[in-house]
């Protein structure tokens, strides 16, 4: 998904984020640590496309 729809993959790992932050998931450390590394990849992609 990185490569075909990054816009699309950022935005899910937003929601993820977000359901964690509003206690919606009880995500443990290592998954949340995972969704923020993932979500700066894509951002670093959506990044390199725009330029």
Same mark, same amino acid.
């Given at each position: *998904?990185?490569?075909?729809?990054? &816009?699309?993959?950022?935005?899910? /790992?937003?929601?993820?984020? $977000? @359901?964690?932050? !509003? =206690? *919606?998931?009880? @995500?443990? @450390?290592? *998954?949340?640590?995972e969704? !923020?590394? @993932? &979500? /700066?990849?894509? $951002? =670093?992609?959506?990044? $390199? /496309?725009? $330029?």
């Amino acid at each position: *998904m990185k490569e075909v729809n990054p &816009y699309t993959l950022q935005n899910m /790992l937003e929601k993820l984020q $977000e @359901a964690i932050k !509003r =206690g *919606m998931w009880n @995500a443990e @450390a290592d *998954m949340e640590n995972e969704l !923020r590394k @993932a &979500y /700066l990849e894509v $951002e =670093g992609k959506i990044e $390199e /496309l725009t $330029e």
